[in-house]
């Protein structure tokens, strides 16, 4: 298959699921700026005039849930005469909290196979499998199409929040077509962007008018200003581009449909474009591997293409809940390593420490809330956890281990 159409999508903050993946995410900052030892759990629902928040949490920290909730929908921008049945001044806000269940406690507190190393004893949070992944399409050393899509999702929402276009709403998606080549991406086969808007855009009123109205606004405001840096550009002859493709999209946000925590995955992750072991990142702690180990397997697979080792990297990490180290590593390269599958696992093996409290120490994932002045985790939870050049976040920064990877890779060449 080496000619073909590959799709992805992404969502913007408004958008139902990621409202309920900020809030879960907000609640973990809160948590750990105070105590970073807390142990959290947090799922959020919201639906027309509703969040609740639920879950698990054991921590020593105080917070105005209540308060907290309400200023995530605030910033998002579902207030006042535009919240469209979801104002955060007015919803109702449900919390119903339970502590983390102490037999889960235990074995993460305690690895079932480091109780002679008290300093990074901590076993893993769940059993579960993650996945890495890396390429060489983007600098950022992510899919085009996921790239491309959260590109735009990010500057429809900044058009929105700057009032460029002051009928748009906050809810919204954005969808990518690339063309590959012998597996390249040549060409942007299809844009599509759905996106809330008031029912009367400067005064017009027929729902068709509205729609091309909409669609030439954003082609000139959010698609090319989205792209004009890229090798690849769209361009109106060759690009099929589709803008609310059922006529209108007035209704949207927590009164158009329920939201979930975690619903949303492969937006977080690659777009769909290389595997998902299933396990949700937002209002989880970092003991939980589906969100420490999902980061440094992207950190092993991004290191191992950023030194050259591979133009494409995917890495698979499993964990026994309460057990320290992986039960498996599995490296793919998809024919594109320069070693063999062997030795860049040897090479896994001898240059990233895999136990959840070692990740935990490397990126210093309980402190950086606090060093972040309160909001880190939260940042995340909206346009992916993966390949974003407008946050520091620690997987991402792996200059020194791509070095340290060359240099002890000159053995197997």
């Given at each position: 298959?080496?000619?073909?159409?590959?799709?992805?999508?992404?969502?913007?903050?408004g958008?139902?699921?990621?409202i309920?993946?900020q809030?879960s995410?907000?609640?973990?900052d809160?948590l750990l700026?105070e105590?970073?030892?807390?142990?959290?759990?947090c799922?959020t629902v919201?639906n027309?005039g509703?969040?609740?928040?639920?879950g698990e949490?054991t921590?020593?920290a105080?917070l105005d849930y209540?308060?907290l909730?309400r200023d995530?929908?605030?910033?998002i921008g579902?207030e006042?005469s535009?919240?469209?049945?979801?104002?955060?001044?007015s919803?109702?806000?449900?919390v119903a909290?339970?502590?983390?269940?102490?037999d889960?406690?235990?074995?993460v507190?305690?690895a079932?196979?480091?109780k002679?190393?008290?300093?990074?004893n901590?076993?893993?949070?769940?059993?579960?499998?993650m996945?890495g992944?890396?390429?060489d399409?983007t600098?950022e050393?992510?899919?085009?199409?996921?790239?491309l899509?959260?590109?735009?999702a990010?500057?429809l929402a900044?058009?929105?929040?700057?009032?460029?276009?002051?009928?748009?709403l906050?809810d919204?998606k954005t969808q990518?077509?690339?063309?590959?080549?012998d597996?390249i991406?040549?060409s942007?086969?299809?844009?599509?962007?759905s996106?809330?808007?008031?029912?009367?855009?400067?005064?017009i009123?027929n729902?068709?008018?509205?729609?091309?109205?909409i669609?030439e606004d954003?082609?000139i405001n959010v698609?090319l200003?989205a792209?004009?840096d890229?090798?690849?550009?769209?361009?109106?002859q060759?690009?099929?581009?589709l803008?609310n493709?059922?006529?209108?999209?007035?209704?949207?946000?927590p009164?158009?449909?329920?939201g979930l925590?975690g619903?949303?995955i492969?937006?977080d992750?690659?777009?769909?474009?290389?595997r998902?072991?299933?396990?949700?990142?937002?209002?989880k702690?970092p003991?939980?591997v589906?969100?420490?180990?999902a980061?440094?397997?992207?950190y092993?697979?991004?290191?191992i293409?950023k030194?050259?080792l591979?133009?494409k990297?995917e890495?698979?990490?499993?964990y026994a809940?309460?057990?320290?180290?992986?039960?498996?590593?599995l490296?793919?390269?998809f024919?594109t390593g320069?070693?063999?599958?062997?030795?860049?696992?040897?090479?896994?093996?001898n240059?990233?420490d895999?136990?959840?409290?070692?990740?935990?120490?490397e990126?210093d994932l309980k402190?950086?809330p606090?060093?972040?002045?309160g909001e880190?985790?939260?940042?995340t939870?909206s346009y992916g956890?993966f390949?974003?050049?407008?946050?520091n976040?620690?997987?991402?920064n792996v200059?020194?281990?791509a070095?340290?990877?060359?240099e002890?890779?000159?053995v197997f060449v």
């Amino acid at each position: 298959m080496s000619d073909f159409i590959f799709t992805s999508e992404s969502v913007t903050e408004g958008h139902p699921d990621k409202i309920c993946d900020q809030i879960s995410d907000a609640v973990l900052d809160a948590l750990l700026t105070e105590d970073p030892e807390s142990r959290v759990a947090c799922e959020t629902v919201v639906n027309t005039g509703l969040c609740l928040l639920t879950g698990e949490i054991t921590s020593k920290a105080k917070l105005d849930y209540i308060k907290l909730v309400r200023d995530v929908i605030k910033k998002i921008g579902y207030e006042g005469s535009k919240a469209g049945g979801f104002d955060a001044n007015s919803c109702a806000v449900l919390v119903a909290l339970d502590e983390q269940s102490p037999d889960i406690s235990q074995g993460v507190n305690e690895a079932d196979d480091m109780k002679d190393d008290l300093e990074n004893n901590t076993g893993a949070g769940d059993q579960g499998i993650m996945f890495g992944y890396a390429c060489d399409e983007t600098p950022e050393m992510m899919p085009l199409p996921i790239s491309l899509a959260h590109r735009l999702a990010i500057r429809l929402a900044k058009v929105r929040h700057e009032k460029v276009l002051n009928y748009l709403l906050p809810d919204g998606k954005t969808q990518v077509s690339i063309d590959y080549k012998d597996g390249i991406p040549v060409s942007i086969n299809t844009i599509l962007i759905s996106t809330q808007h008031t029912a009367e855009v400067d005064g017009i009123t027929n729902e068709e008018e509205i729609r091309k109205r909409i669609e030439e606004d954003l082609w000139i405001n959010v698609v090319l200003p989205a792209t004009e840096d890229l090798k690849i550009k769209p361009n109106s002859q060759n690009t099929r581009f589709l803008v609310n493709p059922t006529g209108k999209f007035v209704v949207g946000g927590p009164q158009g449909d329920a939201g979930l925590t975690g619903r949303k995955i492969i937006v977080d992750t690659y777009g769909g474009y290389a595997r998902h072991g299933g396990g949700a990142f937002s209002g989880k702690d970092p003991t939980k591997v589906d969100r420490s180990a999902a980061y440094a397997a992207r950190y092993v697979a991004k290191s191992i293409v950023k030194a050259k080792l591979a133009k494409k990297a995917e890495v698979q990490l499993s964990y026994a809940i309460g057990v320290a180290k992986p039960i498996s590593i599995l490296i793919e390269t998809f024919g594109t390593g320069v070693i063999s599958q062997a030795n860049l696992t040897e090479l896994i093996k001898n240059n990233f420490d895999l136990r959840p409290a070692a990740i935990i120490k490397e990126f210093d994932l309980k402190n950086l809330p606090k060093k972040m002045g309160g909001e880190f985790f939260k940042k995340t939870a909206s346009y992916g956890h993966f390949g974003r050049n407008d946050l520091n976040l620690p997987w991402e920064n792996v200059e020194d281990k791509a070095k340290q990877l060359i240099e002890e890779a000159k053995v197997f060449v």
